[in-house]
């Protein structure tokens, strides 16, 4: 029997919070009781619910493993080996009305489900904004029968999608609890843009002002930044300040075009080296991303380069090769000042993992300015990490935007390889599908 969708509800009082983001971007939020686990998978938009003594499982996620006095904590009248768990995920993908919930829940169900019926489903509205859709079936496998349900609710910003399975009699048993966590989902208004979609609506707004005025418009050339010219704009920064503006893009163009469109060419040209020598950062890029471009650069192993860039708070610009010579100062040379100025910094991480003891096992760079790739290339900044990680130093760069950075393990290197691999494929500015060793002599591809 397919279950009615639920409907958005308040969390019971005493529920505890948990907010999936994206960068900056709130994905969604849900409450769950306090005595069911909540986990969050690494460097994903996801989380996994399920009872404390849980004993039984599927799929990718291990059973939780607890000690005796925490087993004691678990719901009052549920039996050791409890064998039921929802998975709530987020992704990119719109929903324009029922038929673009059909295609998502298709997509989810379609590969291992041979018997998905669309006809089945049971649609309604989720709210002002978002539709929901809900399909259910058992498996009989090797292990005896399971109950599967998944619930869609989406917008055009985006979907969220709960997969709830178990043994038929566990997954009964916590039919309540599950609709009330369901009902709880609230994903961020349809109004506000994710960061998939704001640097192209930001980019036609500012083109729509540009026209009227005559200036140089804007565009987003293949790895998804905004440019005008020689012109990069720091989107992270720009997002940033859209969020904390409550989703005003008016303002963000505002804030872009309070510059003059040459206000970088003609702030550094003429200026001496010793002028601008504080200013120079670096990034990293594929090589086939700027391969045509004339602007400095040094290659790197593994398919990618280093480009030094000049810097203003809110903007970068690569360096072309004759200002460089202008300033007598090679491409190796600008590379190390710039690494010189990125390794004086203190940026932020975010603690994806810690061990037993609560020391961190895995970060991510957070600065949001652009330079996280930069800081692959800083060596004080790797001997602090390695003594703050204690060991040695896996990264995982999938984009410039998303450096991940794990004390070396073969746990870790099965969790980051698959990190690698999809954010290369789904995330703007690519950089590599594989990981690296960052040794104290430099980064160096594990094949």
């Not at 493993?65 to 039996?79: C, E, L, N, V, Y």
């Not at 893009?249 to 003059?260: G, I």
Request: proline fraction near 8%; include cysteine.
């Amino acid at each position: 029997m397919v279950l009615p969708p639920p409907s958005p509800s308040e969390p019971p009082p005493g529920w505890r919070e948990h907010r999936v983001s994206y960068g900056p971007y709130s994905c969604f939020t849900l409450y769950a009781p306090r005595d069911l686990s909540v986990r969050e998978t690494e460097g994903a938009q996801l989380v996994h619910i399920e009872p404390l003594d849980r004993g039984v499982t599927s799929g990718q996620f291990p059973a939780v493993d607890i000690s005796g006095p925490r087993r004691m904590q678990g719901f009052a009248g549920i039996t050791t080996g409890t064998d039921f768990a929802i998975t709530v995920s987020w992704t990119q993908v719109a929903v324009n009305g029922p038929q673009g919930l059909l295609d998502v829940l298709e997509s989810v169900v379609a590969e291992s489900i041979p018997s998905f019926d669309p006809s089945s489903v049971r649609l309604d509205r989720w709210g002002e904004e978002a539709w929901v859709g809900t399909w259910a079936w058992r498996d009989l496998g090797p292990d005896g029968e399971r109950a599967c349900q998944v619930v869609v609710i989406g917008h055009d910003e985006g979907a969220v999608t709960a997969m709830v399975h178990g043994v038929p009699d566990d997954v009964s048993s916590y039919e309540e609890v599950c609709e009330r966590v369901l009902g709880s989902i609230r994903l961020s208004p349809a109004s506000l843009l994710s960061p998939h979609s704001f640097p192209a609506a930001l980019c036609e707004l500012l083109n729509e002002r540009a026209a009227g005025v005559r200036e140089e418009l804007w565009s987003i050339d293949g790895e998804g930044q905004l440019v005008s010219g020689s012109l990069v704009v720091r989107m992270p920064s720009l997002y940033r300040a859209y969020l904390q503006g409550d989703g005003d893009l008016e303002a963000v163009a505002a804030l872009v075009d309070s510059q003059p469109r040459g206000h970088l060419e003609r702030r550094w040209g003429g200026l001496a080296w010793e002028q601008v020598a504080e200013h120079v950062r670096v990034v990293l890029r594929r090589k086939e991303a700027v391969e045509g471009l004339s602007v400095v650069q040094v290659l790197l192993p593994g398919g990618l380069v280093a480009c030094p860039v000049l810097d203003t708070g809110d903007r970068m610009t690569f360096i072309p090769p004759t200002e460089a010579e202008r300033w007598g100062i090679d491409a190796r040379s600008l590379l190390t000042n710039a690494v010189a100025q990125l390794d004086r910094d203190d940026p932020s991480v975010v603690i994806e993992a810690a061990d037993e003891e609560g020391m961190p096992q895995g970060l991510m760079l957070a600065a949001d300015d652009g330079y996280d790739s930069g800081r692959l290339l800083c060596p004080q900044f790797r001997d602090r990490l390695s003594i703050a990680l204690g060991g040695e130093l896996l990264v995982a760069m999938p984009s410039a935007w998303t450096i991940h950075i794990w004390r070396d393990t073969p746990g870790a290197r099965r969790r980051l390889a698959r990190l690698a691999k999809r954010g290369f494929s789904e995330e703007p500015t690519p950089l590599s599908e594989t990981l690296w060793r960052w040794e104290p002599s430099g980064l160096v591809p594990l094949e």
